[in-house]
């Protein structure tokens, strides 16, 4: 029930890790500092700060493909259990994009089982993200549309560089396709129920300085002080005792993960019946197209 | 469940026809240009737009009388059911005023048979209007209290006239009648809960430029503007596929819709008893004595 | 179901009293009028206007202790009780706080009996006053921490002094303890989704302004206005029909009244287990140490 948060170690945690004691800052004797780098993401954890940076670092875009996502949660997995981790702030590595989304490719002329398995890495690079017990910030320093912005939503905090040209949102319906209703539920606990119904069927993307007035993001700033604010934040927020802080947030989290928990195979199997679709297939190809023709 | 948006027909659609190709316009071949008018509404659909203009002739108030509900709910069907229409204006032909809310006379002293034909009338318009496939914007050229502001709420867009003099809200606690969950929920979804629970107390008609600031309306605009802007924002939401809008549309509003259905008749009954009861009929009596003298 | 609005009392109604009738005043023949002082809350009734103010005067703090919570409860239900009262101005007599919530002193280093009952008192009176039937009007004179701003979330309308140096906030994350669901669903209600997982997290204790601007206060007047202006938004929600406004404040809060009456038993185990981890007691009195130094 939704009374047993009291006591527990967050639902989302997968760590065994005892949480910090509530008044005093980590025990020092800490694992190893650590940096490791994989073909997508690279990421780099400051022993002394507790926090990690995880920088995109997939050109042209940072399209989120089956590799990019499970290296994705991978990376998540390993600071969950590390110890010497308490937050991270994610980044882009590629000028001007923050992530682009979802991989189209992996979704177009491939098997029932490849759209399986894409999709479930999907859901499981969510339900890490916007369960993770760290601190998690947004440093979104360009475009972020589809599933980029969803990142970025799924983070505790979202910094956007105040750039105009730099958009964010669910556009997913200017493509066809509909947001499932996760990337909708998450989207709703951020902008609330009416700016999200307006957003999600216009596949709004959203130029930086609206989305900010629309909360969309929570705070925007120079491009070039984006990292040290996002530091700052980060500061702010460990400033709190973690386990008090984990809690809460489960409690504020808990519904809207349980409810894609509770429907994951549900979920895989209209995501794999809708992109089998040979209309869906036809406009995914004639989106391509357009794309190559653009470059 | 919540999952089964992905590949079906929104489920308020009554229509049977193929949801037009997601990234292509609508075919060709539409059914002719209709325009009809029944005693209280005029309908004129413009083919090459695909946008419909609904009318309100309903003088003086354009109160929702039992005839107006069952025109207003036929003229829906008709246009849902018609492939040419894809977006709805709704606007009033009265000076003044947009709707003055359901009609009292039909709330006094008649039979219980009446009050619960006259009940489910106002049930199956808003099921039909806020379930609506189709784009649906609210052009707001006057007052619009209690039942009127619920057919704005259940819009997609509302753009309303900017003379302070014009008032929207659902003012029902003013007459001693509480609005029914349904008509909260929309409200809610609107203007989030704390808005809703203050405006709802309170019985609030927000004069225009507070309607705007809360959010109950999108936008205000010069009087003589009005028909120009509503047109402006139906292009823009039919610039979008009309498959993934609509089943984003499901998505956003489902949850409030299933509500008044797996309730429906005990809706029925609680307001027949309500309305049934002396002190409620005398209130509506001294009220309407009230709007007597002030004419 | 969420029906059964529109005909009954409120469900959080104690009182037997008929409700007033819808358009007119309460009718004149009023029980006397009644003045009472406890050890730690001031209540005085003014028969005229139906209004009575709601004094703490527990100092230094106005803590919430297991006494403070009981009287309150108490006073809350005699004025329920009463007809000629219809509604409650809550203030303090304290100069610069309205309530520095749960007394830690209860919760530290007694038996498990006492935790239990304390616990009881703290839902008790959270029960009577987000489901009273009177208009309860929050004057916050003062800061107005944790279970203080719980007392605040709780009533229909809050006015504070505009002194930036009075703060209000749900702010337990900064002791290491994690805010009940049910302080959580308030607080929702009243800030939403995004902005009470931010304020959560955090520990927030925000200073006046801006709480104003974070929609968790309504109003903001000179100190020396407070008074005079919780009167005059008094008189303008006693203007409405109460039987109306109350069955309109029951259908906003009863989902959230509900979910704690659902799970009190569960509620009050967790609380119980959760103060009695040594950890959570070692924590409270090093705070309590660091109080006594400030002094």
Tied chains: 1, 2, 3.
């Excluded at 882009?92 to 999709?119: C, N």
């Excluded at 992109?275 to 406009?283: C, H």
């Amino acid at each position: 029930g939704v009374l047993s948060l009291w006591c527990r170690p967050p639902a989302w945690d997968r760590a065994t890790r005892p949480p910090h004691s509530p008044l005093q800052p980590p025990g020092l004797p800490l694992a190893p500092c650590r940096s490791f780098s994989n073909n997508k993401i690279q990421v780099e954890l400051d022993e002394s700060s507790g926090v990690a940076m995880m920088k995109f670092k997939s050109p042209p875009v940072n399209s989120l493909s089956l590799e990019f996502l499970t290296e994705f949660s991978i990376s998540l997995e390993k600071l969950e259990n590390n110890r010497a981790c308490r937050g991270v702030i994610i980044t882009s590595a590629v000028p001007k994009i923050f992530s682009s989304g979802l991989d189209i490719t992996e979704m177009s002329g491939k098997s029932v089982e490849h759209y399986t398995e894409f999709w479930k890495a999907v859901q499981e690079m969510w339900l890490r993200l916007y369960g993770s017990s760290m601190v998690t910030v947004a440093a979104v320093n360009g475009s972020s549309p589809a599933g980029g912005c969803l990142i970025a939503l799924s983070c505790d905090y979202r910094i956007m560089a105040e750039d105009p040209k730099f958009g964010i949102g669910l556009n997913e319906a200017q493509l066809g396709i509909v947001a499932p209703f996760w990337f909708k539920d998450t989207f709703v606990n951020v902008v609330g129920h009416r700016t999200a119904e307006r957003s999600l069927q216009l596949g709004s993307l959203h130029p930086a300085p609206e989305a900010h007035k629309l909360g969309l993001v929570d705070e925007l700033v120079p491009e070039e002080k984006l990292m040290e604010k996002a530091a700052a934040v980060m500061a702010q927020w460990l400033a709190l005792p973690d386990h008090a802080r984990q809690l809460t947030k489960t409690m504020m989290r808990k519904t809207v993960l349980d409810r894609l928990v509770a429907h994951r195979e549900e979920d895989i199997k209209n995501f794999v019946t809708f992109v089998s679709k040979e209309s869906i297939q036809k406009s995914l190809r004639m989106y391509m197209e357009m794309l190559k023709k653009r470059k």
